[in-house]
Structure formats: structure tokens, C-alpha cells
């Protein structure tokens, strides 16, 4: 079974650019979520989906992040403009159904962006 | 959520077992305890789960004490490869759906011969 896809692995821009990170999930997993790593720590969620519509965004700094899953499948997860502190590993998840009960998420490699 | 409290570093020799605690002193009845690892440059990886009852699969074994405030992750044979950070974490069920991890720092375990 094929895990959790994630692209570009890294990337470095300048304070003030755009940046997209793409994220291909499990397949047949119905949520997905994108978790910011900063150097130290352990990850921080930003939102999850559950298919195509957003269950958690209360921790997206909304005011220059943007994320989107329109099909329900992959997503992308945007930052515009990026700022110094922005530097960190995007990880995605995904899990089967992101309900109650057992439900175990699945982590893809991350993608590491340095802001300069 | 509920929180989580680890030690910061542990050392374990290999071919020893490796005990990691965890407190979770404020869990709810319905709520799960995950435990996670994250080898240096990769994604977390996830290792067991548990409710109440301890638990047991090919990477490790998870005790649950009985009033469910703490647990202890064995990793039976540790080897240099179990060199990471693991991290304890409850799962908590969101009001509209969906479930969150709320990762603390978690325990650096260093694997040495």
C-alpha cells in the first residue's frame, strides 16, 4: 500500500514570496490533515479535512495560509506572503474516516521550507 | 485536550528493553492514547494505540495502568534503529468530528551499544 505523498521534499524562498506544498493521500482515506513542525517541537495541526470540507481550521493563521482538497483527494496547502518564522517541515496525514473510535493517522514525509 | 507529560531524553543499550512513560493524568473515558515516533528527517511514524487494556503488535507492547492516568510504550529489543523522538499523545474527539493530536515534545531515545 502506497503512503502518504508529499511534494516538493524541500524548498527554500525569500520572506515576502508565495509557496505551495502538495499533498496526495492514502488512498480511500477520507480525511487529511496538515500538521506545521517547527525545529524542536513536535507538530502543530493546522486544519483537516474530511473529504472536501474543512472539520478543524481553528489553529491556520488565516490571514496568509490557505489550504484547499476540492475533489476530496489531494490537497495543497498555501503561503502568501511568507514570513521568517514561517521556516518549518509541512507534514500531511491522512487517516480512513477521521472519526471517533479507533482511527489512526498516517503521516507523509514532509516537505521542508526555509524562509530567508 | 488532555495533556501529556514525557521525559525529555532516556539512553537504552541495545538488545535491552526500552520502558517510556507517559502521564496523562486528565484523559478522558472515551479518549485514546497514541504513541508515535519520528526518526530525524522523516514523518512521525505511528507505533500502537490503546484504550484500556494493554496491548501488544510486531513493533511494541503499550501498558495502560489501570486508572488509565499513565502508560509505559516497551520496545522489547531495542536497536540502534529505534534511535528517535516518541512521542505520547491522547486523541481528542472534536465536537463537529474528526480527531486531533496534540503532540507535546516528546522523549529523545538514544539507542546505544
Known amino acids: 500500500e502506497a503512503g502518504v505523498a508529499q511534494s516538493p521534499r524541500y524548498k527554500i524562498i525569500e520572506k515576502r514570496q508565495s509557496v505551495a506544498f502538495w499533498c496526495n493521500p492514502i488512498s480511500g482515506h477520507a480525511t487529511l490533515y496538515w500538521y506545521q513542525q517547527i525545529l524542536g517541537q513536535g507538530p502543530k495541526l493546522l486544519i483537516q479535512?474530511?473529504?472536501?470540507?474543512?472539520?478543524?481550521d481553528s489553529q491556520l493563521p488565516k490571514d496568509r495560509f490557505s489550504a484547499e482538497r476540492l475533489k476530496g483527494v489531494d490537497s495543497t496547502l498555501k503561503i502568501q506572503p511568507a514570513k521568517l518564522e514561517d521556516s518549518a517541515v509541512y507534514l500531511c496525514?491522512?487517516?480512513?474516516?477521521?472519526?471517533?473510535?479507533?482511527?489512526?493517522?498516517?503521516f507523509g514525509p514532509g516537505t521542508r521550507l526555509l524562509v530567508l | 485536550d488532555a495533556k501529556t507529560t514525557q521525559p525529555p531524553s532516556m539512553d537504552c543499550a541495545e538488545g535491552r528493553a526500552a520502558n517510556l512513560p507517559c502521564n496523562h493524568s486528565?484523559?478522558?473515558?472515551?479518549?485514546?492514547v497514541y504513541w508515535y515516533r519520528q526518526i530525524h528527517s522523516q514523518g512521525p511514524q505511528y507505533i500502537i494505540h490503546g484504550l484500556k487494556n494493554n496491548e501488544t503488535n510486531e513493533m511494541a507492547s503499550l501498558i495502560i495502568t489501570e486508572d488509565r492516568k499513565s502508560s509505559t510504550l516497551i520496545l522489547p529489543h531495542a536497536t540502534l534503529r529505534d534511535t528517535a523522538v516518541y512521542y505520547c499523545i491522547v486523541r481528542h474527539i472534536l465536537t463537529g468530528g474528526g480527531n486531533k493530536l496534540t503532540f507535546g515534545t516528546g522523549t529523545q531515545l538514544k539507542v546505544e551499544l
Open positions: 486528565t484523559i478522558s473515558g472515551n479518549e485514546y
Open positions: 479535512f474530511q473529504n472536501n470540507g474543512v472539520v478543524d
Open positions: 496525514a491522512s487517516s480512513l474516516r477521521g472519526t471517533g473510535g479507533e482511527e489512526t493517522q498516517y
